[in-house]
């Protein structure tokens, strides 16, 4: 079979997304800054301007120069950024290579070629992978989903007269380091009466200021040409609280008060029992059952199953906590329990939380197939509470510690101060297994007719 070159069709571009693609030209009045900081919401334009920019940029300051494309991980980077990168190189006229094998891509076009090596910066253990590396430049992809450390070791790479960083993000907390460190400090988000105020003071004291030469853009989805409104609307819909506020507004909101505000009973609570007698919902595809296992802290049971309308219904929960009962369960136990609760349904899958490794050896001895659930807690939250707006998932009546989790889980207040978005660990073992299953199953093109 033939294989068939893609073309990217390139949509007009913002104004916004023009200064990002020219700052650095001869002709801009910052093209000696050292870096530009893009943020701002979901679906704004910004990723393909900057990594088009990026690019651009080095292919036309060097010749033979290593760089540095960065993403929270490898997977990532090539699903997000890369795979459209290499069409938009193309379609202008550059020459790409692929090395999946090294995480390496040479790009040349009229004589000049240059080696853009690709790394996962995942981890605090990540930055061991760019020591060692001359760069003449780095593009951080989503910089606000990577340890600070990995991040100062790629910038500290960059030794290469003329070299420049290019950050990209969604916004997180207001204390998040990123913010603090990076954009706080950037001489183009805090404006030049503040630079002149600061630089003051700091002389005065006999300082430094510790101002950074970079430039800010910040984003929303009305920078992006290609969406409809009808597309935006969509997108608005389907975020509230916190997320509304970073990822639509583009803010960099505090996470705080209840998790999943926008969970409302009289939404999301149901009496499957009574939709089926009356065939408003018809089941279409497996039984799957979700749990998050503990010792002395509760151990939860949820069972799940898709319906014809493609939603998803919690159908009946199970829940038992041995420091609340004064007596601990084994895991004998608990498979026996399970057995009993399902009274004769066989789930396709059990779900398990990924640290329950004697359970999950328990439960493959009594014959059940697991699946060691996604436990990217702040992914699989947000993607819950996208659920929950979308009126995707739904709870029986008879969920009533689901129900009672829902209205108490919250965020820790202490973490957000120290920058970081952590849940407060309690009250949380219904909504762990509730995760579990919307991040594990229903967000795999199999199970999910939602947003991705």
Known sequence: MKKVNQIFHFKPFSQKQRK??????????VKD???????????????????????MWAMTRFNGQNFGMCGKTIGSFRRNVLFWLK?????????????????????????????????????????????????????FDEVALMPESF???????CSVDGSKYWFNCNPDGPY??????????????IGKEKVRKLQEEAARAGKEAGLKKLLYVHFTMDDNLSLSEEIKARYRSNYSGVFFKRYILGLWAMAEGIIYDMFDPDKHVVDVQELVKSEKIVWTGDYYV??????????????????????????REYYYSGRDAGIQKTDSEYATDLKDWLDGIKPRFVVLDPSAASFRAQLKK????VKSAKNDVLDGIRFVASLLNQTAIFFDVSCTNTI???????????????GEDKPVKEHDHEMDSCRYMCYTIIRRPSGMQVLK
């Open 176 to 189: 998040h380091w990123f913010k603090v460190g990076w954009i706080d400090k950037a001489i183009g988000y």
């Open 87 to 139: 069409l938009m190189l193309r379609s202008r006229g550059y020459k790409v290579a692929d090395h999946r094998a090294d995480n390496l891509v040479v790009v040349t076009r009229k004589g000049v070629e240059n080696y853009f090596y690709i790394f996962g910066g995942k981890d605090e253990r990540s930055q061991d992978l760019i020591q060692g590396i001359t760069l003449a430049g780095v593009f």
């Open 290 to 315: 979700s749990s998050d296992y503990g010792i002395q802290n509760p151990t939860a049971f949820q069972l799940w199953r898709k319906a014809q309308n493609s939603k998803w219904y919690c159908i």
């Open 33 to 55: 800054y050292d870096g530009i900081i893009a943020d701002g919401a979901i679906r704004s334009g910004k990723t393909i301007s900057m990594s088009l920019s990026f690019v």
């Open 20 to 29: 990002v693609l020219n700052w650095w030209c001869d002709s801009s009045p």
């Open 404 to 418: 009672k989790e829902f209205g108490s889980y919250i965020w820790d207040a202490k973490a957000a101060d120290k």
């Open 366 to 369: 009594d014959g059940y197939k």
């Open 151 to 157: 991040v100062n070791q790629a910038t500290g790479r």
